[in-house]
């Protein structure tokens, strides 16, 4: 990994709420790469049959190839070293008569004169130890038992999807987890595992959550780990790709063994799957962990990255470069990729980290054809770039321009600002605990960035106008791995609260995500109030900060009890879940409310075929109480003080006069 990597590697999924305005002007030396020819036919790379085993190279600028063939996956010399042929669209070819499974291959490119280091192409489906050789396997032997009928979760639309972003070592690395596979793809395929309150955790946690969809952070093969020294503690969220298409050998029971990854990666889809839980996969296509040594540099120098008008790397991902996505090979490669995690690892959605520096028409491919391969696939990315980038504005995948990306959803920083506080200020405060000025931004976020008749965009704290077309192209947070976590940001912006005053100010944040409309995201261990002990950018740091410490479930019973609840509460009434702009503007009625930190409204006519008739929602984010008017009717008390009860109730209460909204809480009603 290089440097500058090594250095800012964390701040590629930053969660930045604002964009550079103006495009730099491109490197002449770009121009030529319009002119490339492409290929992308399912040969690319590596091809097995009953003729023997072919090789493909696509670099359309070498001068010569070789391929060099090895017995292991690392300190060995080469068995064979075979010259490439050049052949079509800018594609090198060689064939060997034998079927070459279970050895090992690396290519190496002749450029401008130099011959360049070895690399394993850009396509290798299967790697050895830290990803330096490719494997020629046969994945069919791969799968698990029953992968043939093997699916994940039916999503009528992503508003039906609850997100759990988690990290694999984060998850189950702790003692108090229970889980023998520590850190491991096999981590969530162990069953009845116990915290030593003897309280459910791993997979069975999940289950008995309520989620819908786990988003584990990048799985593919990333470079900052060691896979050789596994025995010595090392860490990193892995937003620094090397193979894009091989899952991480950290992950796996044995890295030097290139089927266990697969196998195990399989294994773990299959678990999640069994347990009615869909898988979504992060992934960055954006840039890469290294820049002159990446397996695109290597392969066809230049072509895969924009660069600044002096030709220097542009570096619209805060990493060192950006990916060149409106260019042809470029953009087959991100949509071929995402298809073969589909089909090959039936994966069930993507995030898109930086998705802004990706072109819309890229996205809009990405979407179509993973839909046509599975129509529940969910899709959804960072609506912003961590720089600016010589790719258009107009062209760019940004939240602003989510309206004209189909199928395609992007995170709300509208809301996640609005109700914990501005990102880049610890200790700055939001509606929900306590800062006044954020109401209608709030509102921005219930109605999730749609046109609605009583929301007032030009009084919003980031986005100025309604840039979503439908519900179905937000997602709603107030935490992710980025930044503070909810529990830090509490600790850093309410420092003489009590713990119970800052659970307080959490449900009311996460109630306010769960009934927006849109799709909730929750980060994982906020449900038991885990903390990163005020670590924002934890991307290497140790497991005394990023390990979920599975005892606090026990501590904090209260806390997850409640978030059940809300998830309960959610997958049990559709009115929380509209699908169009229309039918929020038809259903949704705010009251006219004039004291700070305070939101009311109404969900009207059994919205979204809803057994509710009406649904009363308020958020009181300030200290004191707050008085509303209740309509007439009888009305059951569904959340109020911190309780929720989301099928039988709290009570019931007669409408007609004038209720207290506790300080820091929701109160959540509903009529037949």
Request: glycine share 8%; aromatic share 8%; with cysteine.
């Given at each position: ?5 090594m ?6 999924a930053?969660?930045?709420g ?15 790469f319009?002119d ?12 097995v ?6 090789f493909t190279l ?5 001068e ?9 996956d ?40 130099k011959w ?10 299967a790697?050895?130890t830290n ?5 020629i396997?046969?994945?069919a ?6 992968w ?6 039916a999503?009528?639309?992503?508003t039906d999807?609850?997100?759990y ?13 229970g889980?023998v596979n ?23 946690h ?5 989620i819908?969809h ?26 620094d ?19 266990a ?21 992060d992934?960055v296509?954006n840039?890469t ?9 290597l392969t ?7 660069h ?5 790397w542009s ?17 087959d490669y ?6 073969y ?25 990405v ?7 599975n129509?529940?696939?969910i899709i ?16 760019r ?41 954020n ?14 008749p009583?929301?007032?965009?030009t ?11 439908s ?5 709603n947070y ?7 976590m ?8 309410m ?5 119970a005053?800052r ?20 980060f ?15 991307y ?5 900060i990023?390990a ?6 026990a501590?904090?019973?209260?806390l997850?009890?409640?978030y ?8 049990e009434?559709?009115a929380?879940?509209?699908?169009s ?12 409310t004039?004291e ?11 919205a ?29 008390v569904?959340?109020?003080?911190g ?12 409408g007609?006069?004038k ?5 820091r ?8």
């Amino acid at each position: 990994m290089n440097r500058t990597v090594m250095s800012i590697i964390g701040l590629a999924a930053i969660s930045l709420g604002s964009h550079a305005a103006e495009p730099l002007s491109p490197c002449q030396a770009d121009a030529r790469f319009a002119d490339f020819p492409t290929y992308n036919a399912d040969d690319l790379e590596l091809l097995v049959n009953d003729r023997g085993t072919h090789f493909t190279l696509w670099s359309p600028e070498a001068e010569e190839v070789t391929i060099q063939l090895y017995d292991t996956d690392r300190d060995t010399a080469p068995t064979g070293i075979h010259r490439m042929t050049r052949s079509n669209n800018g594609t090198w070819r060689f064939t060997s008569p034998d079927n070459l499974t279970g050895k090992f291959y690396t290519f190496r490119v002749k450029y401008d004169g130099k011959w360049l280091d070895e690399t394993p192409g850009v396509w290798a489906k299967a790697v050895g130890t830290n990803g330096k050789r490719a494997a020629i396997v046969d994945l069919a032997s791969t799968n698990p038992e029953g992968w043939e009928s093997d699916h994940g979760p039916a999503v009528a639309s992503i508003t039906d999807a609850i997100i759990y972003e988690m990290h694999h070592r984060d998850f189950s690395v702790h003692p108090s987890s229970g889980i023998v596979n520590k850190g491991k793809f096999l981590a969530l395929t162990e069953l009845a595992t116990h915290s030593p309150e003897g309280l459910a955790t791993g997979i069975d946690h999940l289950k008995e959550l309520g989620i819908t969809h786990v988003h584990i952070l990048p799985s593919y093969d990333y470079n900052s780990v060691d896979e050789s020294n596994l025995a010595t503690p090392q860490y990193n969220w892995g937003y620094d790709p090397q193979n894009y298409n091989a899952p991480e050998g950290s992950y796996s029971t044995n890295p030097s063994d290139p089927e266990a990854r697969i196998r195990e990666m399989k294994q773990m889809v299959k678990s999640l799957h069994d347990a009615g839980i869909g898988v979504v996969m992060d992934v960055v296509y954006n840039h890469t962990g290294d820049n002159e040594g990446s397996n695109f540099s290597l392969t066809a120098p230049g072509y895969y990255y924009r660069h600044k008008a002096d030709c220097s790397w542009s570096d619209a991902s805060g990493c060192g470069n950006e990916t060149a996505s409106e260019r042809a090979q470029m953009s087959d490669y991100i949509v071929e990729s995402v298809k073969y995690w589909a089909k090959e690892y039936h994966i069930d959605g993507f995030r898109f980290d930086l998705m802004a520096i990706h072109d819309i028409e890229t996205m809009n491919r990405v979407a179509a054809e993973l839909k046509a391969i599975n129509p529940n696939i969910i899709i959804y990315g960072e609506g912003w770039t961590a720089g600016d980038s010589p790719l258009p504005v107009e062209k760019r995948a940004l939240k602003e321009n989510v309206a004209r990306m189909d199928g395609i959803a992007v995170f709300s920083d509208d809301l996640r600002d609005a109700v914990k506080g501005h990102y880049s200020d610890a200790t700055d405060r939001g509606f929900a605990t306590g800062k006044p000025g954020n109401e209608e931004t709030v509102k921005i976020g219930i109605v999730a960035s749609t046109a609605h008749p009583q929301v007032d965009y030009t009084k919003g704290n980031n986005s100025k106008f309604p840039y979503a077309s439908s519900p179905t192209q937000i997602i709603n947070y107030v935490s992710c791995h980025d930044d503070l976590m909810l529990t830090d940001k509490l600790a850093k912006s309410m420092p003489g609260a009590t713990e119970a005053e800052r659970q307080r100010a959490d449900k009311l944040a996460q109630t306010i995500v769960m009934t927006s409309q849109g799709t909730p995201f929750i980060f994982a261990g906020e449900e038991i109030f885990r903390n990163k002990k005020g670590v924002h950018n934890s991307y290497k740091s140790p497991d005394s900060i990023n390990a979920i410490d599975w005892s606090l479930k026990a501590e904090n019973a209260d806390l997850y009890k409640y978030y059940r609840e809300l998830i309960k509460l959610r997958k049990e009434h559709p009115a929380f879940r509209m699908t169009s702009a229309d039918d929020i503007a038809r259903h949704i009625r705010f009251d006219k409310t004039t004291e700070p930190n305070l939101v009311s409204y109404t969900i009207t006519g059994n919205a979204n075929g809803d057994n509710w008739a009406d649904i009363k929602v308020v958020f009181n984010g300030s200290d004191d109480a707050r008085t509303i008017k209740l309509p007439n009717g009888e009305w059951t008390v569904i959340a109020r003080d911190g309780n929720i009860n989301a099928t039988d109730g709290l009570g019931t209460i007669k409408g007609g006069k004038k209720i207290n909204v506790e300080p820091r809480s929701a109160l959540i009603l509903a009529r037949q």
